[in-house]
Nanobody
């Protein structure tokens, strides 16, 4: 069973940076799509970024392109989300998610099988 554990959230001022980490254990398939989603209070869970583990292909929501970078370290079984130029509207609980890789790429949270517990990111204005 794949397990995901996020870390790295916190409070930051607008314009600042944070890096989130997602430690992955229990991998059994040859490749996974690993993603970050976020959920603000009273709102739905929305796609932020994703990476295909064995190819390195990346996908981003329009709202974070140019500011956020997703990456993976296979040796450490960890996925990262580098967040720069943070805005108050980036405030949310950020979730790491995974699914066994299948074509085509999916960005809807219901398509993901594995989830972390979430980490809070708060951006003050």
């Amino acid at each position: 069973q794949v397990q995901l554990v996020e870390s790295g959230g916190g409070l930051v001022q607008a314009g600042g940076s944070l890096i989130l980490s997602c430690a992955v254990s229990g991998r059994a398939a040859s490749s996974y799509t690993m993603a970050w989603f976020r959920q603000a209070p009273g709102k739905g869970r929305y796609f932020v970024a994703a990476i295909i583990w064995n190819t390195g292909s990346t996908y981003y929501a329009d709202s974070v392109k140019g500011r956020f970078t997703i990456s993976s370290d296979n040796a450490k079984n960890t996925v990262y989300l580098q967040m720069n130029s943070l805005k108050p509207e980036d405030t949310a609980v950020y979730y790491c998610a995974g699914r066994i890789y299948r074509f085509p790429f999916k960005s809807i949270y219901t398509d993901y099988e594995y989830w972390g517990q979430g980490t809070q990111v708060t951006v003050s204005s």
